[in-house]
């Protein structure tokens, strides 16, 4: 956090430096973000990402679409608009945010977008099979995605019960958990802890963790087998 000197943010362990929450999924063919948020130009250059075939987005918040501006190098290389995906209530707040973009008459060089409208039906990115699955963030309707066996849910803290069905039987899980005290929109660790042995997933790493989680070292030593923190630049292979 800016300014912060607490142990993690002074920490020299690179797992305590932690930018805003997104990942790439990539097939091979195949190259898509979910969420590109302030940090998403950075993330970009430091990974060296020369093509990204779609965006998806989890909801509107800042943290999640704020760098959606930078996908101009995208379009430069590959003289077509960025297929953006997300749901009606996401797709306004890019409209709002993004005007310039969006304008019948825009200057030459702004970001060229094609939304696309999902709702929980299943699509496809390429050949990147893509199951929306529904969670909320206090009152906010957040989606979560499934990519095969792999499923990525951030900025929730709760999931229905039929949402929760498409998340079992993945072999791979990435769940929020941004700290030990409990809060409002986001799952503690706790909950995600009790959440991911519910829905038996062999593998989970926890991701959107706030300075106060504390330091990764320390708080990687209490998690149960098979759960562990994630960190910037981490890479899993399903
Ligand atoms: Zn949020
Ligand atoms: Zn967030």
Redesign the pocket.
Request: proline letters at 0%; glycine letters at 0%.
């Given at each position: 956090m800016i300014g912060c000197d607490c142990s993690v943010c002074s920490s020299t362990d690179k797992k305590d430096k932690r930018l805003r929450s997104s990942i790439l999924v990539s097939s091979g063919q195949t190259t898509l973000v979910v969420d590109s948020g302030p940090d998403f130009r950075y993330q970009m250059l430091r990974e060296n990402v020369k093509k990204l075939d779609a965006i998806i987005y989890?909801?509107s918040?800042k943290?999640?679409v704020a760098g959606m501006d930078d996908v101009r190098a995208y379009n430069f290389f590959s003289g077509r608009p960025m297929p953006v995906y997300s749901d009606e209530m996401t797709q306004q707040v890019l409209i709002r945010e993004f005007p310039y973009a969006f304008k019948d008459t825009r200057y030459p060089g702004v970001p060229e977008i094609q939304l696309h409208s999902i709702a929980l039906e299943p699509f496809m990115v390429g050949d990147i099979p893509v199951v929306p699955i529904q969670v909320w963030?206090l009152k906010?309707p957040?989606l979560g995605y499934r990519f095969g066996s792999f499923t990525y849910i951030?900025?929730a803290n709760r999931i229905e019960e039929s949402e929760k069905q498409k998340i079992r039987g993945s072999e791979v899980l990435v769940l929020n958990a941004l700290r030990k005290e409990k809060h409002i929109?986001?799952f503690s660790l706790q909950e995600s802890v009790a959440l991911a042995r519910e829905l038996e997933i062999p593998r989970v790493w926890f991701t959107h963790i706030s300075h106060q989680l504390g330091r990764h070292e320390l708080v990687s030593e209490e998690l149960p087998r098979g759960i562990e923190l994630g960190y910037d630049r981490l890479q899993i292979v399903v």
């Open positions: 989890t909801h918040h943290d999640h963030h906010m957040v951030t900025d929109s986001h």
